[in-house]
């Protein structure tokens, strides 16, 4: 042991002759000599770089491209006016060179391949800052990945092999479950996130990467060069304005939408309904009317198990009753030779395939210890400690991982499988339903590791907002929560914590029908926050009083109010002549003048179902 202050601190692996290059004159590169450990402190892990002297004769003002920390919270191009956090260790005062970082901070790492001279390794962190890279003169590289995992999970990414990608051995840290997910309380709070703002972020596994990993400090004191940084790679759907007022808001126009309209919604869609949209050979006919008969009164729950299977992608609207009885059946046989992959590798192969044996554990330890064992477990469905429906259910979300090996397994998955599989029974077909639901759908992109999808989404939904809700738009400015992180459970698992099993089945049916628009789940979120603008304008709740509310309004929503009040937001938009061209985009209208489609309909195109093209 050995003492840095008051802070006890063990070295637990030690390399020297690991050097820095860099340029810094004339004469060419420059090599900075130093030594790495890795060193295990009171919070954790660290890796620390120190030189074993001070360069001479280079001064600061000549040092232009190295890196050096500036402070505790982060680390800066020297010259630069930009600061990224990545929260890490202040160096002591022997070298400005020094740098030292906490080991979870750590996204990935970049390594050199081999044969080509020294190997180095290139750390990335999650604020997406690269670290300059450190060459190995004397080797040791590989010892050193090994000794990381020992306090870390390494897996090389799969379409890149010179990318490690780094993950917590902790699961709590890796994949908190959703029912954690309070704002108050110290069960979900670590030292990493001291907010009810973080704490609430913190539960969303590797999805919520975003969140988590840029957002580690309040709202207010962010500067707006991160956020800029941070929403750089996005689609320009907000004018970013940063010499004006600093935000990522976009231009508003003056007027204001019309009124917005009554709406009536029908009866559920009952079986004899259903069989009349079936020919004599079971062909699914007249389905744009069926559609819009799901989407105004959803379905009978006695005809969900078939109904479903079209509307999720798995059998074809103009299939017969003989062709899906075949299609099952090659279905089920490639179902069942995915789950075979998984459930025949054995311990000798596992031990000399690194990428399955990790994957394996990531999905062990998010499958096994949390999710399943804890998803709906107050349903009857699920209920009791050895319910055959949970095996099934880790079955399922096991083999989707064979089915789409590049993703895997992400929090949230069982939360979107749940119903269907309740629905379905059979696991074969809950298998391709949930498929469906997640790549034909397209909500497969709410589960990319890099949350591009998730991060468009809150920019679309806050530009839209401006819109449609002004008022309430400004009062969340004014408490800083516009950004509508608040929103972001909503949107990755499609509300599935907000409403109880049999309504969000109802919620869910109508979604896919893509009526009356695409993203009307963005619709559906701004109905539930004008609902509750006059109670947040009235207390005149703050910060963290919002963030408390909307996550108690789950299982207290009124599917029926909420469901035409989105659809009256709609038809406000349908009218609304000034509407900006990237919000048309973002719900797909596609409008001649008075709103109306070239075919006559207001019909538009769905991300979900095309029902219309004006273009034909």
């Known amino acids: 042991m050995m003492a840095s202050g008051d802070v006890e601190t063990q070295v637990l692996y030690e390399q020297s002759g690991v050097f820095i290059h860099t340029t810094q004159d004339e004469a060419g590169d420059v090599l900075f000599g130093g030594k790495i450990q890795v060193i295990r402190k009171s919070d954790g892990a660290y890796i620390e770089w120190n030189p074993i002297r001070e360069i001479e004769n280079h001064s600061p003002e000549k040092t232009e491209t190295d890196w050096t920390v500036v402070n505790a919270v982060s680390y800066q191009r ?44 290139m750390f990335v962190l999650k604020d997406g800052v690269s670290l300059p890279p450190l060459h190995f003169h004397e080797g040791g590289s590989t010892a050193l990945v090994k000794e990381l995992k020992k306090h870390v999970i390494i897996s090389t990414n799969l379409t890149d092999s010179c990318q490690l990608i780094v993950l ?73 304005n940063s010499e004006a007022e600093q935000s990522y808001e976009m231009v508003v126009p003056e007027s204001r939408l019309g009124p917005r309209p009554e709406v009536e919604r029908r009866d559920p869609l009952t079986k004899a309904e259903w069989e009349s949209h079936l020919d004599k050979e079971g062909r699914v006919i007249e389905v744009p009317e069926l559609l819009k008969k799901i989407f105004q009164g959803g379905m009978d729950p006695s005809i969900r198990r078939d109904v479903w299977k079209f509307i999720l992608k798995y059998y074809p609207w103009n299939s017969t009753r003989t062709e899906r009885i075949a299609l099952r059946k090659r ?15 054995t311990p000798e192969q596992e031990k000399r395939f690194s990428t399955i044996r990790e994957r394996k554990n990531i999905i062990g330890m998010s499958i096994k210890d949390k999710d399943v064992i804890r998803t709906d477990r107050t349903h009857a469905y699920y209920e009791g400690e050895h319910n055959p429906h949970l095996e099934i259910l880790n079955d399922v979300l096991m083999t989707y991982c064979q089915y789409n ?23 074969v077909d809950a298998f391709w339903c949930f498929a469906g639901f997640l790549d034909e759908l397209g909500l497969v992109m709410n589960f990319d590791m890099e949350q591009e999808g998730m991060r468009n989404q809150l920019m679309q939904l806050n530009s839209m907002m401006q819109i449609v809700d002004p008022k309430l738009y400004s009062y969340l400015q004014s408490k800083e929560c516009s950004n509508l992180y608040f929103c972001f459970r909503w949107l990755l698992i499609w509300f599935k914590r907000e ?21 009307f ?44 009040r989105a659809e009256g937001i709609y038809l406000q938009l349908l009218e609304y002549p000034d509407l900006p061209q990237a919000l048309r985009d973002v719900i797909g209208l596609t409008l001649e003048e008075n709103g109306t489609a070239e075919d006559g309909s207001h019909a538009s195109e769905s991300s979900i179902e095309v029902l219309a093209d004006p273009s034909e």
């Open 78 to 121: 020297e010259n630069s006016k930009v600061t990224e956090n990545v929260t890490v260790a202040q160096p002591s005062r022997r070298s400005r060179y020094a740098m030292s970082f906490p080991l979870v901070d750590t996204k990935t790492i970049r390594r050199s391949k081999r044969g080509l001279g020294w190997s180095y390794l």
């Open 168 to 240: 917590p051995h902790n699961t709590d840290a890796l994949t908190q479950s959703f029912t954690e997910l309070k704002i108050m309380g110290e069960t979900s709070a670590t030292k990493f996130f001291k907010d009810p703002y973080t704490a609430t972020m913190g539960g969303f596994s590797k999805v919520t990467n975003f969140l988590r990993d840029t957002l580690t400090t309040p709202t207010a004191s962010r500067p707006f060069d991160e956020y800029a940084e941070l929403m750089a790679d996005l689609p320009s759907i907000l004018s970013v």
């Open 331 to 345: 279905k089920e046989d490639e179902y069942f030779c995915m789950k075979a992959q998984w459930k025949t590798i």
């Open 405 to 427: 090996f590049d993703l895997g397994y992400v929090q949230g998955m069982s939360d979107l499988l749940s119903p269907i599989l309740m629905i379905m029974e059979k696991e």
């Open 499 to 519: 409403f109880t099993m049999d309504n969000i089945c109802r919620v869910w049916e109508v979604m896919w029908t893509g009526l009356p628009c695409k993203n």
């Open 521 to 564: 789940h963005f619709l559906m979120c701004l109905a539930i926050l004008d609902g509750e603008r006059d109670l947040l304008e009235r207390e005149n709740y703050d910060f963290n009083d919002i963030l408390k509310h909307v996550n108690e309004l789950s299982f207290h929503i009124d599917i029926e109010v909420i469901l035409r």
